[in-house]
């Protein structure tokens, strides 16, 4: 499709294991972001990449985040020894310089 | 400490009114205005934006009101449709950072 893609749509874990999540920005979107939206809570910017650009990690909760993108399109979110407190929807967006930023419709992260 | 805030949780108004859901900010360096309505389980769609050189833009049934001095922007529906049945997050962003500050949402219930 045309929008930003991300994988998995759910995903149920154990409390201190590793995950992975996926986003596929909109093709030719140089800039592409990560936030997290909590239960009841409004939408928490994790990290930035734009272009070959050092990304900004300012909003990164700990070190047990980290992400990466790939190429300049493809990102993964990892998070390391996973908490409780991580249960969130996890969202990427990806724009062009300048223009609203566009999302995906998120995975729905749950630490048992 | 919230930069930008939607202090009604939720809005129930009905069909054919105008609908008005508020926003405010503290942060003088924000430059440029979002609306963004959400369904569940999918993720954010831009609605209407405006940039701080303006006070009003419109879109249709929708338009996005701010007031720098007061740092205060609103979005009216008129008229409110069932279809506009959602939570609507309102965000800003500064040229200086790389990420939008989204407010906490106001759900806005358009009854029949």
Known sequence: GAGVSQSPSNKVTEKGKDVELRCDPISGHTALYWYRQSLGQGLEFLIYFQGNSAPDKSGLPSDRFSAERTGGSVSTLTIQRTQQEDSAVYLCASSSLGQPQHFGDGTRLSIL | ?112
């Open chain 2, 1 to 112: 400490d919230q930069q930008v805030k939607q202090n009604s949780p939720s809005l129930s108004v009905q069909e054919g009114r105008i609908s008005i859901l508020n926003c405010d900010y503290t942060n003088s360096m924000f430059d440029y205005f979002l609306w963004y309505k959400k369904y569940p389980a999918e993720g954010p769609t831009f609605l209407i934006s405006i940039s701080s050189i303006k006070d009003k833009n419109e879109d249709g049934r929708f338009t996005v009101f701010l007031n720098k001095s007061a740092k205060h922007l609103s979005l009216h529906i008129v008229p409110s449709q069932p279809g506009d049945s959602a939570v609507y997050f309102c965000a800003a962003f500064n040229n200086a950072g790389n990420m939008l500050t989204f407010g906490g949402g106001t759900r806005l219930m358009v009854k029949p």
